[in-house]
């Protein structure tokens, strides 16, 4: 067997991993920023102090976040554009470091399966995104 098919078997089998892990993280994003926003406690623990007097900064925070994800997901379906589920990827691991700060400035504990999500969703959409562009420009 040729080693360039056989490198090229492994990285479609590797794409194909990559790709049904993104779409289970897009699907983890939007399920567990439409139950936080419902109150479930389901994804997150529903601490008095996040979710009393600042519960709309975060919630909007969701709000967006899931509107974003659907903006990108739909763009990437459309236009088979990698470099913006990338730059979502890169976004939410962002958000891990702006919910540590958030947390600081408020004196709020953030519960830590916030991080935990968005590191998941972060590395799947780095991954997935890294390997299509890479893919790209090496057939052309």
């Known amino acids: 067997m040729n080693t360039r098919s056989l490198s090229s078997a492994s990285l479609n089998i590797l794409q194909i991993f990559l790709q049904v892990n993104f779409n289970a993280s897009v699907i983890l994003i939007l399920l567990a920023s439409v139950l936080s926003l419902t109150g479930s406690e389901f994804f997150f623990e529903n601490t008095s102090d996040l979710y009393g007097p600042l519960a709309n900064n975060l919630r909007l925070v ?71 562009v890479f893919r790209k420009k090496a057939v052309n």
């Open 62 to 132: 969701l709000i967006y976040l899931c509107l974003v994800q659907i903006a990108v997901y739909g763009f990437y379906q459309m236009s088979s554009n990698y470099a913006a589920i990338v730059a979502l990827g890169a976004f939410l691991l962002i958000l891990i470091l702006s919910l540590e700060y958030y947390s600081a400035v408020n004196q709020v504990e953030i519960d830590e399966n916030y991080q935990q999500v968005f590191l998941y969703a972060g590395l799947s959409h780095l991954l997935y995104g890294g390997i299509c």
